[in-house]
Structure formats: C-alpha cells, structure tokens
C-alpha cells in the first residue's frame, strides 16, 4: 500500500520565478492539505483539497494556488518566487468525512525547496 | 497567537525510562489531537491520537492523554529507546480537519 508520495524531492530556483510542487495521496484517501515548514518551525497550513475544491485556507497570499485532479492527486504552484518560499513544503492525505469530522492526516516525505 | 503549545525545546532521556512530552491548547473548540514525530528533512510520522471525547489512547510504547479542563495533552513514550530520538509535534485539528502544530520537542534517547 503506497504512501503519501511527493515529487520532486529538491528543487532550486530563483526569485521571481514560479515553480510546481506534485503529491499523490495514500490509497484511499480523497482529501489533500499542503503544508510549509521553515527550517526550525513547525509545519504551518497552507490549504486543503476536497472534492477537487480549495476548502480551507492559511494565512498565505494569492501568490500560493492548488489544484486537485479527479484522481486526488493534487498541485501546489507558487508564482513570484520570493527568498522567505525556501521551505520544506508537505503533502498530507486523509479520508475527507461525511460532515466533516477530523481525521488523521498522512504525511509525504516533502519537497525542499530553495529560493536563490 | 500560538494556539498550541510546547513549551518545551528539547527532552533527554536515558534508554529504558519514560520519556513525557507535553502540549498545551488554548482553543477548546479543538475536537481531535494527533502526535507526529520527525526526523530533518522528512515528512512527519504519524504516531497516535486522540478524540477530544476520549482522556487516553495507547498503543503500544506509545499512551496519549488528554486533560480537557486543563487543555493539556502529553505523550508517554515507555520504554523509552534510542530509536526515538527525534523531534515531536503535537497537533490540533477543527472539524474543517486543518491541523495546527505546536514547536514541537527535540527528543533524546541516551543508550
């Protein structure tokens, strides 16, 4: 049973420039939520995907936008690259509920991004 | 405003004891809590959680309590081995299922 999966692992780009984060959620699983972790901070909400509509959302600019397929899989795209975007950003599944009731989130191994 | 708290940066252990971590709330409309453990440069691990309608889960090493009236949450790690040295989030979910993580607690197993 595949995990959380997140491509690609590293990527290096410069300011001002747009880049494209992918992750395929765990088996089963139809709900996605990006997450962005500074380096020595704790993982911080960017916004959820269900039903391949943006659900909730953090406390980030327009700059950061998703998008779900039919499939679950999901993108994070961030344009206007700035050098604060240098982050591990995180991909997380769970099974969305009926009514919305909270369920564990699975996390992917992450991307790292720098910004140069 | 830090919702969720851990006030601790760092724990040290010897091998064999207990290890507690501890995690304060401030939002009471929190329905669910989780315990994630990381290593750098990964994606966190899910270890265990927690309804807010439950005041302990175990599982294995691993016991998770729950405090409501003193929205305080703690990790129980018995026995403690150095395999678990890592760093540990607590995190809390509303119904919407967005989590909120504390600072997390740097964990240190001594052999």
């Known amino acids: 049973d595949a995990g959380v999966t997140q491509s690609p692992t590293h990527l290096i780009k410069t300011r001002g420039q747009q880049v494209t984060l992918r992750c395929s959620p765990k088996?089963?699983?139809?709900?996605v939520s990006w997450y962005q972790q500074a380096l020595g901070q704790e993982p911080q909400f960017i916004f959820q995907?269900?039903?391949?509509?943006?659900?909730q959302r953090g406390n980030f600019p327009d700059r950061f936008s998703g998008h779900q397929f039919p499939n679950y899989s999901s993108e994070l795209n961030v344009n206007a690259l700035l050098l604060g975007d240098s982050a591990l950003y995180l991909c997380?599944?769970?099974?969305?509920?009926?009514?919305?009731?909270?369920?564990?989130?699975?996390f992917g191994p992450g991307t790292r991004l720098l910004v140069l | 405003d830090q919702q969720v708290k851990q006030n601790s940066p760092s724990l040290s252990v010897q091998e064999g004891r207990i290890s507690i971590l501890n995690c304060d709330y401030t939002?009471?409309?929190?329905?669910?809590f989780l315990w994630y453990k990381k290593y750098p440069a990964e994606g966190p691990t899910f270890l265990i959680s927690?309804?807010?309608?439950?005041d302990k889960n175990e599982d294995g090493r691993f016991t998770v309590f729950l405090n409501k009236s003193a929205k305080h949450l703690s990790l129980h790690i018995v026995p403690s081995q150095p395999g678990d040295s890592a760093v540990y989030f607590c995190?809390?979910?509303?119904?919407?299922?967005?989590?909120?993580f504390g600072q997390g607690t740097e964990l240190s197993v001594k052999p």
């Open positions: 995190a809390a979910s509303l119904v919407t299922g967005k989590l909120i």
């Open positions: 088996s089963g699983h139809d709900t």
């Open positions: 997380a599944s769970s099974l969305g509920l009926a009514g919305g009731a909270s369920e564990t989130q699975y």
């Open positions: 927690i309804s807010s309608i439950k």
């Open positions: 995907y269900y039903e391949e509509e943006e659900r």
């Open positions: 939002n009471s409309m929190f329905d669910y």
